[in-house]
């Protein structure tokens, strides 16, 4: 029995030896685990509050957009103030191709050519690549029209650049595409 009795004090006093050797080591490395801690937790506050800062802007960007959306109006007097505030949305990401596509509706609803270039120039600010498309279908669309004008006009013998240099003259002074025109260009 004293074997059994002696093994076990000798372990009691093994591991009460890596005990203290354990506090000791403790005690010795207690201001570098303070410091490490203390790093630790300032990290992680700033990912933290980096995380919120993005989450809260993220709302906040919806929540323009949505006012946005309840300012988009497409009669003559808004299409301006449209154009220019979907302008604003069209360098994120996230709303450019809905600005975009508000943009050009407002674009081909305009009878003022001044908002007309107005407009267009915003338009063109923020063309990509992969905008051209919407340009080049927007002017294909005035192609046609305009020249589906040319081919009904009265006066043959404008050629298609004197034609589209001066629409007001192109028809007989008082037909309804003649007083159209001369609204659409001159506002008269």
């Known amino acids: 029995m004293s074997t059994a009795t002696e093994v076990y004090r000798q372990l009691r006093q093994s591991r009460h030896r890596t005990y203290v050797k354990a506090l000791k080591a403790l005690n010795r490395n207690a201001p570098l685990l303070t410091i490490l801690v203390a790093a630790i937790s300032f990290v992680g506050g700033i990912a933290f509050n980096a995380f919120n800062a993005r989450e809260k802007a993220a709302e906040v960007k919806v929540e323009q957009w949505r006012l946005a959306l309840e300012k988009v109006a497409f009669d003559e007097a808004n299409l301006l103030p449209t154009a220019y505030l979907m302008d604003s949305f069209r360098a994120d990401s996230t709303y450019h191709d809905q600005a975009r596509a508000i943009e050009a509706e407002a674009l081909v609803r305009t009878n003022d050519p001044h908002k007309f270039d107005l407009m267009f120039a915003i338009m063109l600010r923020h063309t990509s690549n992969a905008d051209q498309i919407d340009l080049i279908r927007i002017a294909r669309t005035l192609s046609l029209e305009l020249k589906g004008l040319y081919t009904s006009t009265s006066k043959k013998n404008l050629s298609l650049g004197q034609f589209l240099m001066n629409l007001q003259d ?18 008269r």
């Open 170 to 187: 192109a028809f007989a002074p008082n037909s309804d595409v003649h007083i159209t025109v001369r609204l659409y260009c001159c506002g």
